[in-house]
């Protein structure tokens, strides 16, 4: 009996000392080789960002927006955002643009700037004339016409790539407009004007127009869309919700942004935090007499005001002031349908808005080689961007992007627009993989975008730590919770696994594509797609 215990030990110590000196010893000193360069989860090593060619052009030397850089408690000293828009990855000169990838041209916006003048000048007038008539004084906002303003710049700006450049100082003085701007008009946004106040209550998924959001005008002709707080910062989505019915929340529409822009995909516009005066800053400039009917005050004699929609005309699905000032986002309006305009496309892993239903996508493992086939994803950049939103709702946690937008006057080969971002950041608690599924599925992403996301792997530029940072110099600060902050590190591990998965199965040449590809075949513009459907 002790002889047989004496040889099961010793079999047992030397199956011990080969699986450390064959298998556990090597992976401890790969892991010790390439700590500083790989991230934890992947073998996909991070090339030295010196290779890299420096710009000749750019003047971003640092962290972009910082709305109190001039204050005397304003340290860059540890700054890990500056640090992290300071490496060449973020630096990589883009060739001079072309007239034809601009949006606008300037002479275009002046024209266009001059007819909401006139526009407005119009309404002045029969607003006067209407106030004589009957005897009432008006206290008209004093407008004043720019050509130096912020949102004017900023719609110069927008080009086939990107909504801003990294090193725009237009972006920070608009974010500034934003926040301190006197507001001279208050009106519900064109979505919800289109729907009249008749909603069909039969449907599960209900129009954009019950979400309380408002289009707001601002001394200088500047526009921007209000989203009020509906949630606290510490409340989670419930479970048993679903995403189409989901709270729209006003942090994560600004979080968005930041994050959108520390990924360097610019493809959000500027949104930041204010605290509206309800009374003073949009009943009382409001003149939609349909607007200002949906106000009451509270018995706790607070100014509260709900939705236009006949099923949430209910006092208890309005939002209060306390008792007049209610936080919200404030997000800049992009050039207007007449001038720019915008096609609205179905997203190809659009989810089911029904209880039981599911797409084609949530059971075909294999439905990425269909849409590799057709267009306009069988050439170009198209659906690689569709990934790099796949991307960027995956680390928000937003189920609900069923659609996406670009400019018409950039076709096939325009950015994507991430709009709508409210029903992000409702559960940190949770890692919904299924939006991940455009990657997972294709098992492609862009070259810049995965270098981007290791570097933000690492511990000297974690996510968690330059988003925590970039959101400080928000008004509404802190816009996100702790626990939101470290889920975008989890879940960010979790695309680079993902994408390791792929590498393993298909090869780094396969996964891995250069950015900027040229079409292979003349593509149609997005209007003639229009017209073929």
Same mark, same amino acid.
Not at 78 to 97: A, D, M, V, W
Not at 343 to 367: M, Q
């Given at each position: 009996?002790?002889?047989?215990?004496?040889?099961?030990?010793?079999?047992?110590?030397?199956?011990?000392?080969? *699986?450390?000196?064959?298998?556990?010893?090597?992976?401890?000193?790969?892991?010790?080789?390439?700590?500083?360069?790989?991230?934890?989860?992947?073998?996909?090593?991070?090339?030295?960002?010196?290779?890299?060619?420096?710009?000749?052009?750019?003047?971003? #030397?640092?962290?972009?927006?910082?709305?109190?850089?001039?204050?005397?408690?304003?340290?860059?000293?540890?700054?890990?955002?500056?640090?992290?828009?300071?490496?060449?990855?973020?630096?990589?000169?883009?060739?001079?643009?072309?007239?034809?990838?601009?949006?606008?041209?300037?002479?275009?916006?002046?024209?266009?700037?001059?007819?909401?003048?006139?526009?407005?000048?119009?309404?002045?007038?029969?607003?006067?004339?209407?106030?004589?008539?009957?005897?009432?004084?008006?206290?008209?906002?004093?407008? #004043?016409?720019?050509?130096?303003?912020?949102?004017?710049?900023?719609?110069?700006?927008?080009?086939?790539?990107?909504?801003?450049?990294?090193? *725009?100082?237009?972006?920070?003085?608009?974010?500034?407009?934003?926040?301190?701007?006197?507001?001279?008009?208050?009106?519900? #946004?064109?979505?919800?004007?289109?729907?009249?106040?008749?909603?069909?209550?039969?449907?599960?998924?209900?129009?954009?127009?019950?979400?309380?959001?408002?289009?707001?005008?601002?001394?200088?002709?500047?526009?921007?869309?209000?989203?009020?707080?509906?949630?606290?910062?510490?409340?989670?989505?419930?479970?048993?919700?679903?995403?189409?019915?989901?709270?729209?929340?006003?942090?994560?529409?600004?979080?968005?942004?930041?994050?959108?822009?520390?990924?360097?995909?610019?493809?959000?516009?500027?949104?930041?935090?204010?605290?509206?005066?309800?009374?003073?800053?949009?009943?009382?400039?409001?003149?939609?007499?349909?607007?200002?009917?949906?106000?009451? #005050?509270?018995?706790?004699?607070?100014?509260?005001?709900?939705?236009?929609?006949?099923?949430?005309?209910?006092?208890?699905?309005?939002?209060?002031?306390?008792?007049?000032?209610?936080?919200?986002?404030?997000?800049?309006?992009?050039?207007?349908?007449?001038?720019?305009?915008?096609?609205?496309?179905?997203?190809?892993?659009?989810?089911?808005?029904?209880?039981?239903?599911?797409?084609?996508?949530?059971?075909?493992?294999?439905?990425?080689?269909?849409?590799?086939?057709?267009?306009?994803?069988?050439?170009?950049?198209?659906?690689?961007?569709?990934?790099?939103?796949?991307?960027?709702?995956?680390?928000?946690?937003?189920?609900?992007?069923?659609?996406?937008?670009?400019?018409?006057?950039?076709?096939?080969?325009?950015?994507?627009?991430?709009?709508?971002?409210?029903?992000?950041?409702?559960?940190?608690?949770?890692?919904?993989?299924?939006?991940?599924?455009?990657?997972?599925?294709?098992?492609?992403?862009?070259?810049?975008?995965?270098?981007?996301?290791?570097?933000?792997?690492?511990?000297?530029?974690?996510?968690?730590?330059?988003?925590?940072?970039?959101?400080?110099? *928000?008004?509404?600060?802190?816009?996100?919770?702790?626990?939101?902050?470290?889920?975008?590190?989890?879940?960010?591990?979790?695309?680079?696994?993902?994408?390791?998965?792929?590498?393993?199965?298909?090869?780094?040449?396969?996964?891995?594509?250069?950015?900027?590809?040229?079409?292979?075949?003349?593509?149609?513009?997005?209007?003639?797609?229009?017209?073929?459907?």
């Amino acid at each position: 009996m002790r002889r047989d215990r004496f040889l099961l030990a010793a079999a047992l110590a030397a199956l011990f000392s080969a *699986d450390f000196y064959f298998i556990l010893l090597p992976k401890l000193q790969s892991r010790r080789h390439t700590a500083g360069d790989v991230c934890s989860c992947s073998n996909l090593s991070l090339p030295s960002l010196e290779t890299l060619v420096r710009p000749q052009l750019s003047n971003w #030397t640092r962290a972009p927006f910082p709305s109190r850089e001039t204050s005397p408690d304003f340290d860059d000293g540890g700054s890990k955002l500056k640090r992290l828009f300071s490496q060449p990855l973020y630096n990589i000169q883009t060739p001079e643009l072309k007239q034809e990838e601009k949006l606008l041209q300037l002479e275009q916006l002046i024209e266009y700037y001059r007819r909401k003048v006139s526009h407005w000048e119009r309404h002045k007038k029969l607003y006067d004339e209407a106030a004589s008539f009957t005897n009432v004084s008006l206290k008209e906002p004093k407008m #004043t016409y720019d050509p130096d303003a912020s949102w004017l710049k900023f719609h110069l700006g927008i080009n086939r790539y990107a909504l801003y450049s990294r090193d *725009d100082p237009t972006i920070l003085q608009l974010l500034w407009d934003m926040e301190n701007m006197t507001i001279v008009s208050a009106d519900y #946004t064109q979505d919800e004007k289109a729907l009249k106040g008749a909603c069909d209550c039969t449907q599960v998924v209900k129009p954009s127009g019950h979400h309380l959001k408002l289009a707001l005008k601002m001394h200088n002709f500047g526009k921007a869309m209000f989203k009020p707080m509906r949630q606290q910062r510490d409340e989670e989505t419930p479970e048993d919700f679903f995403y189409f019915v989901d709270f729209q929340r006003h942090n994560a529409e600004i979080a968005a942004f930041h994050l959108d822009m520390i990924l360097d995909f610019r493809r959000v516009p500027p949104v930041v935090g204010r605290r509206v005066n309800l009374t003073r800053e949009v009943f009382q400039v409001a003149h939609n007499e349909d607007l200002r009917a949906v106000f009451f #005050t509270s018995p706790a004699n607070n100014t509260c005001f709900f939705a236009k929609c006949l099923y949430m005309c209910k006092t208890e699905y309005a939002v209060c002031g306390s008792p007049e000032l209610l936080e919200g986002s404030l997000s800049a309006y992009l050039p207007g349908l007449t001038v720019a305009p915008r096609l609205s496309i179905p997203n190809p892993w659009k989810r089911s808005y029904t209880f039981a239903e599911r797409e084609e996508w949530e059971v075909n493992p294999f439905f990425c080689d269909s849409i590799k086939q057709a267009y306009p994803y069988n050439s170009g950049n198209r659906l690689l961007n569709i990934i790099d939103m796949a991307i960027f709702d995956f680390l928000i946690g937003n189920m609900d992007r069923h659609h996406y937008e670009i400019f018409t006057k950039f076709g096939d080969e325009g950015l994507l627009l991430h709009l709508d971002n409210a029903r992000g950041f409702g559960k940190h608690s949770h890692d919904e993989m299924s939006i991940l599924a455009p990657l997972s599925q294709c098992c492609m992403i862009k070259h810049s975008t995965l270098l981007r996301l290791q570097l933000l792997a690492r511990s000297d530029f974690r996510l968690s730590d330059v988003m925590r940072e970039s959101l400080e110099k *928000d008004p509404l600060r802190p816009v996100l919770t702790e626990p939101h902050l470290l889920a975008l590190d989890r879940r960010l591990q979790k695309i680079l696994r993902v994408v390791q998965r792929c590498v393993r199965r298909l090869g780094k040449d396969e996964v891995v594509t250069r950015d900027f590809i040229k079409p292979t075949a003349t593509p149609q513009t997005a209007t003639a797609t229009k017209r073929s459907r």
